[in-house]
């Protein structure tokens, strides 16, 4: 089984409890506006690997130890058939190996349209933050990038972790933002505030460095 896959990173600390592989799909049809993540939005076969491929970085990255892993995107449920293949090679990794690590997926979609036609899909992930992102509404709450998006709790492991972060105010959260970089690219990790990106692009304008090319717009 193939799935479009635009990056993954190890560790994530800022999606979610604790020390987390992130995983970000390729492709979304929703394309809610100001979204930061817009070089995730076409579907391109140029990103698609195996699911084997994508679990064996997973185990390899995470010797050291995961607390969890975070789906994202891009829109994870626009490939449910690759996405229920991942929730599997998850659920058979962490039961072979003993690992608690729970499974955080975001959605743009309503959750009440997840429930009617992706309730097998929800069986197998432990918390969701579901919802589109709506740019007028600014986050409230830990993890959570409009106030329109509730986290959802779907199994007792998940109660064990996120009940705590559940309604957790936004400066709850120790730090929103992950810098990484390849000496050509940088990549953010985490949810902005808004207007954080655009204040980047001024700064390092000012300091005689300019993006060629950027997600959020």
């Known amino acids: 089984m193939k799935i479009a896959v635009n990056k993954a990173h190890y560790p994530v600390t800022v999606l979610g409890p604790g020390k987390r592989i992130g995983i970000w799909l390729q492709g979304c049809r929703i394309q809610c506006k100001g979204c930061v993540s817009q070089d995730t939005w076409t579907s391109d ?116 972790k996120y009940a705590a972060w559940q309604d957790s105010p936004l400066e709850n959260q120790e730090k929103r933002i992950q810098t990484m970089t390849d000496g050509k690219h940088i990549w953010y990790i985490g949810i902005p505030a808004r207007g954080d990106m655009q204040a980047l692009e001024s700064l390092a304008e000012s300091r005689g460095l300019r993006f060629e090319q950027v997600s959020w717009r």
């Open 45 to 160: 076969a140029g990103h698609e690997m195996t699911v084997a491929r994508l679990m064996s970085w997973c185990r390899d990255v995470a010797k050291d130890g995961v607390e969890g892993i975070t789906i994202s995107g891009g829109e994870p449920f626009d490939q449910p058939e690759a996405l229920n293949a991942l929730l599997d090679a998850i659920h058979f990794w962490r039961e072979e190996a003993g690992i608690t690590m729970d499974i955080l997926c975001y959605s743009g979609y309503p959750l009440t349209t997840l429930q009617r036609k992706y309730r097998k899909l929800l069986s197998k992930i432990d918390a969701l933050i579901p919802e589109p992102y709506i740019d007028a509404q600014p986050p409230e709450l830990a993890w959570r990038g409009s106030a329109n998006q509730p986290l959802v709790i779907l199994t007792p492991l998940a109660q064990q």
